[in-house]
């Protein structure tokens, strides 16, 4: 080069680059009035560039403000945990403008599911599972810091569902208020695609933080109200026990002593139905306290819930119970778990009274229809053509189902059992 020229590009102290001017056209060099000119346009150049930094600054503080009003707002019009984890996930991959948003949440020890996701594929990987171990996200999760890579799907850890996802760059930050991590946010772009800005991650960080505050508060709420359910259920079940299961035992006693002073033989076997119904009636109420008492699910997800139900059945019935329940399949129906629970307990509770059984299983997996419980039982059966519709209990099992959006199905044979399968759609 026979002539060249170069200022910094800066404002405030901070460079952001360098401008060069080489080849002078109708002269040799460059002179002082080219260097002084270069300087303006350079120093000019820096205040714009600083500005648009700081437009961008001022866009993004007001749209993670907006991500998060949204969040809040959904939280106290009541909206359920999994939509409410599904517009957590829409906000931030708007704020940043990925391709792919995703959020993996605990489901037992060691495994972790995709119980939200939105954008590239996020149908087929939500309610995913994988083991924490291994796993990016898993150890974000351990960790609780953030992590980024260049490409997702050059990653060695390949129990991360989003590596055969066709994902590139991306960034894992946990979701987590004080010292309760409620999982970790994904965002990333498609392979091939542009890298995250550097701007993103703090932006993606700082809505975490404050989505996590927001679901804290939710999760409060939750269970603030769920202790007033619990208080209110535990007064009904004391006063039921202490009251109507008390004077009825009284009433079946003094019955028994009439049936032995009674001289007719027929009116003693009479009064001996009558007390055998009586003691039907407070088996049938203490089923009914134990149903008011759903303390089974304190401090329990719901597929622990459910194998401490079939373990308590097994021990007041002596049926043998074996429960196969998909944590998975639990940790998508964490929202419902009360229900869930309430419908196994309803037709453990038709076992018990009616199938004449000695073995039972209950179990809640996924099929091609959505999710399933299902309670079967080895006992006498009936023939469904001539039932007449069912008792109560059968009629609970419907009109629980229909109230989560799904239906009850009784399939049974005589001598070979009966099969309940709760179907949940997705």
């Known amino acids: 080069m026979r002539s060249f020229l170069g200022a910094p590009v800066a404002a405030r102290g901070q460079v952001f680059g360098n401008l060069y001017l080489t080849e002078k056209q109708a002269a040799e060099e460059f002179d002082a009035d080219d ?16 500005n648009a930094h700081l437009y961008q600054e001022v866009d993004d ?12 707002g959904a939280i106290l019009a009541g ?4 939509e409410l984890l599904g517009l957590v996930v829409r906000q931030a991959r708007e704020l940043v403008g990925a391709d792919l948003a995703t959020l993996a949440v605990p489901a037992g020890e060691a495994r972790l599911v995709i119980e939200a996701a939105d954008g590239l ?27 980024v890579l260049a490409d997702a799907s050059a990653d060695d850890r390949s129990s991360q569902p989003i590596v055969g996802a066709g994902v590139g760059p991306a960034l894992f930050v946990p979701l987590a208020s004080s010292d309760r991590r409620f999982g970790t946010l994904q965002v990333a772009n498609a392979a091939g695609g542009p890298p995250l800005r550097e701007a993103a991650i703090q932006l993606v960080e700082g809505f975490a933080e404050q989505a996590a505050v927001a679901l804290e508060y939710a999760r409060l709420q939750d269970e603030l109200q769920r202790l007033v359910v619990l208080e209110d259920r535990e007064r009904i079940a004391k006063e039921l026990h202490d009251g109507a299961v008390q004077a009825l035992f009284a009433v079946g006693m003094g019955l028994q002593g009439s049936a032995m002073l009674a001289g007719d033989a027929e009116l003693r076997q009479r009064i001996q139905h009558a007390v055998e119904e009586l003691d039907r009636v407070i088996r049938d109420l203490r089923n009914y306290i134990f149903g008011l008492r759903p303390g089974i699910l304190a401090d329990r997800q719901l597929d622990q819930a459910l194998q401490r ?21 639990g940790a998508e129906l964490s929202g419902h778990a009360a229900d869930v629970v309430q419908l196994a307990r309803e037709a453990l509770s038709n076992v018990s009274r009616h199938a004449d059984a000695s073995t039972c299983r209950v ?17 006498r059966g009936f ?44």
């Open 35 to 50: 260097q002084r000119a270069l300087e303006v346009l350079a120093a000019q150049a820096g205040v714009a560039i600083e």
């Open 61 to 72: 503080r007001a749209r993670r403000l907006e991500a998060v009003r949204a969040v809040t």
């Open 79 to 82: 909206t359920k945990r999994g």
């Open 121 to 147: 594929d996020g149908d087929r990987l939500r309610g995913m599972a994988f083991p924490a171990e291994g796993s990016v996200s898993g150890e974000v999760l351990r960790t609780g810091k953030a992590m």
């Open 309 to 329: 139900l079939a373990e308590e059945f097994q021990q007041r019935t002596g049926i043998v119970t074996a429960a196969q329940i998909d944590p998975a399949v």
């Open 363 to 379: 179990s809640l997996y996924r099929n091609e229809a959505g999710r399933v419980l299902e309670i079967d039982d080895d006992g």
């Open 383 to 426: 023939d469904p053509a001539r039932a007449t519709g069912g008792g109560q209990g059968l009629r609970n099992l419907r009109e629980r189902a229909a109230a989560l959006g799904g239906r009850a199905e009784i399939h049974s044979r005589i001598g070979e059992g009966t099969s309940v399968q709760v179907m949940i759609p997705d």
